[in-house]
């Protein structure tokens, strides 16, 4: 069986990275392969900082969360660790094939390196390995005429090549001479189901229903959003948070959550309020009632999955559209979405095999 090694973006402290890399190792592995990710640990988009002395408390209560994720990839991860572009370019272990993972690895505000990052395009010295992607994404970044010539390069070596939206597949055909089809395939964490998904999850019980917030950007939107919610079910409002103050209405912070903390607050919420991809995607998942708030600066994401899952009455934009929608999710027209994750599967074995 063949041997594969995937190269994402997993070292951040960002639940959507964490799991969608733990959830396309643990999909290949469960095929038979022998598969580990790579363990490039690639400098931090964004490093979020008190000033002193709340920087030292901030760290200090961090610290479980940082172990918390190490932990959860620590038996997927190689042991050598890559922590600069030119140690990857003369990359040699033994593995058949390559895949650059999912997440937004192409967009170059995600790479580290506020450039296009040559690990996450496999650009090394030797040409010995198979080269594929699955899900690759660039959010909803735009490459520029010298990002262009670069970028195209690294593609026109790739063996097969799929993408997580319609929007990558059609900049990465403006960018490129990439002649194979372009595939678009689902987020690797619906290689997972639910059940697979529940058997790893941490549970933190609450004796009432909760409403989940989790949020990236629109937080005022979706706070106005969840008090509203609130009175009309009386259901108390929960909320992920890697900061050290309540946000006013919240009734429950849970601290620096690891990725199966993550989980089970999604599983275990009657109604999840977000702005983000993973937290969409994990509602879908567990059939949960939830709106998703659009994010202005790349609504590419969501609107691409909740189209497949027939569900864009989720997607809002102001409280007026939040106030019309039911409560309830509607479920019954899934098979676009059972068929799309079926298609996916079939295309990553395909191209691990051809």
Known sequence: MKKIGIVTIHSDLHYGAALQAYALCAYLKEKGY???????????????????????AYELMNYPRYIKYRRFLKSM??????????????????????????????????????????????????????????????????????EKEIVSKWINDYDHISVREEYSKSEIIRVSSYKQDIPVVIDPTFLLNKEDWSKICHNIIFKESYILIYHLDNISLIRECALQLKKKTGWKIVMMSNKLFRLEGVDVNVHFCGPKEFIGLIKNAQYILTDSFHGTAFSINFRKNFATILKADNPYRCKSLLDKAKLNDRLINNIQEFNQLPIETDYSHMEDLDAFINKSKETLLKFIEE
Not at 117 to 134: E, H
Request: overall charge positive.
């Open 77 to 146: 991860v190689t042991k050598r660790k890559y922590k600069a572009v030119e140690d990857f370019y003369n990359f040699s272990e033994d593995f058949d094939v390559l895949c650059t993972g999912s997440d937004q690895v192409w967009n170059p505000r995600c790479g580290g390196l506020n450039k296009p990052n040559p690990v996450y395009f496999l650009n090394l010295k030797q040409r010995k390995y198979k080269k594929i992607s699955y899900a690759a994404s660039l959010g909803a970044y735009k490459y520029n005429d010298q």
């Open 34 to 56: 022998e598969t580990k990710i790579i363990n490039y640990i690639k400098i931090p988009n964004v490093k979020y900082r008190y000033h002193f002395p709340k920087n030292i």
